[in-house]
């Protein structure tokens, strides 16, 4: 594997993460570097980079972004934003990756790209759903802003120093492992 491969499949990973926390804002933050051409996406996925996929991506992420900040709308986002989150995180990851075979394209990008953006999306729900159920909903926006600050953050380190995305999200996903088991009942 040449580092070009390694380093798309670093990016995949990273935009996968931040699809965890936001489903449109990678996509968008994808197209926008595809159109300015920061970086080439896979001939497949060409498309992502067009005006039209442009303003699509970004009204759908404003979108997003403020139903996120509707206490009671934003669990009910959540309740679809597990699956979307794993297609999404599938897609990012197969339009960045170059130079690899359809069957290792595929498989990388189901499971390190869909299931890191499950992962992800499904803890963020619980928070969200933890959140809710301790504040009547009013804590929510605090969660909503956390969220979309790490989308927007790990969107911007995967596009621009792929190799540390990869460093952060093995963080958030230890982060997310350490809260699981300190909230895991415990087997007597």
Known sequence: MNMETFISICLGIGLAASVGFRVF???FALSLSSYFNVWELNDSW????SLTALIT?????L???AAYYIPYIDNLLDSISVPLAAMAGTSVMLSTMVDLSPIISWSLAIIAGGGTAAAISGSS???RL??????GGLGNPV???IETGTAMFMSVISIFLPLLAIIFVLIILFIIYKIYKKFKPSKS
Request: hydrophobic share 50%; no cysteine; glycine share 8%.
């Open 25 to 27: 804002l990678p996509l």
């Open 46 to 49: 060409q498309w992502l980079g």
């Open 57 to 61: 991506f970004g009204v759908a992420t």
């Open 63 to 65: 979108v997003e972004i």
């Open 125 to 127: 729900s619980v928070a």
């Open 130 to 135: 933890t959140s809710t159920t301790a504040t």
């Open 143 to 145: 969660v909503s802003t």
